[in-house]
Nanobody
Framework: QVQLVESGGGLVQPGGSLRLSCTASGSIRTSNIMGWYRQAPGKERELVATATTFGLINYADSVKGRFTISRDNAKNSVYLQMNSLKPEDTALYYC????????WGQGTRVTVSS
């Protein structure tokens, strides 16, 4: 059984920063993909950023230059540093792990508003 536990969401003003964290536990392959997706109200879930065990990183165009994903493989953890936040970044952010199959966290809410 694989579990993902997220933390770090909250309310922030436009231009502010937040850092999301996610730790996976359970039976996890050494080689895997971890990352973040988000779902805004009335919209489909979309990729934010992913990172492989070996450091291959992918970002959505909408967050390039503002968000930074990082990993601690020893802790099975992934982080998302979000800077220069915009109201359109408001969404439920889900931690994602692919280890033979996809796993999802419960989501952490990010609200960007003045």
């Amino acid at each position: 059984q694989v579990q993902l536990v997220e933390s770090g969401g909250g309310l922030v003003q436009p231009g502010g920063s937040l850092r999301l964290s996610c730790t996976a536990s359970g039976s996890i392959r050494t080689s895997n993909i971890m990352g973040w997706y988000r779902q805004a109200p009335g919209k489909e879930r979309e990729l934010v950023a992913t990172a492989t065990t070996f450091g291959l990183i992918n970002y959505a165009d909408s967050v390039k230059g503002r968000f930074t994903i990082s990993r601690d493989n020893a802790k099975n953890s992934v982080y998302l540093q979000m800077n220069s936040l915009k109201p359109e970044d408001t969404a439920l952010y889900y931690c994602y792990l692919y280890s033979l199959k996809p796993y999802w966290g419960q989501g952490t809410r990010v609200t960007v508003s003045s």
